[in-house]
């Protein structure tokens, strides 16, 4: 099995099999002669055993990983969890920082550059609150990149549940 190299928060991959396999399944950015993948992407490529990890000392199981994903990203193990899910259903999953949301989400079957994705995710626990205008701001973000918000809760227990929020005119 190919290994990437963890460089920071990220995983980089020079190795043109992997490479390419990445760039066609829509994992990472092209960076120069390397492909750099996230840390969701990374924990999600060992969990299935698609790639290793290795930290120039030794091989990084999941736990590791989880570890250094945790102390970087707040609610890390959710987020890896809706991201798991949401790639499980064939959906292919990108990040959504530049538009203030965690995930951007493209239609199943969908390729990387072939389109603009339809949905934001923003991956929160059972227990959080918001008030009115938080919501409305994120809801008025996504309609304003024709793009539909959608809030996963994450329940103690790891289950999700998915609402789509959307403004309506009356």
Known sequence: MKTGILSGTKVLVGEST??????????????????????IEAIFLLEGDKMRVND?????????????GSRVEENFYSKY???????????LVRTGLKFGADFRVYERGSDVGSGHSRYLVHVIPEEYTCSFPELARAIRLSQNVNKHMIYAIVDEEGDITYYQIERIKL
């Open 18 to 39: 992997l490479k390419s396999f990445l760039r066609e399944k829509g994992f990472g950015e092209e960076k120069g002669a390397r492909q750099e993948v996230s840390m």
């Open 56 to 68: 120039g000392k030794k091989n990084l199981d999941f736990e590791d990983l989880l570890k250094i």
């Open 81 to 91: 969890i809706v991201y798991k899910d949401l790639r499980e259903r064939g959906l």
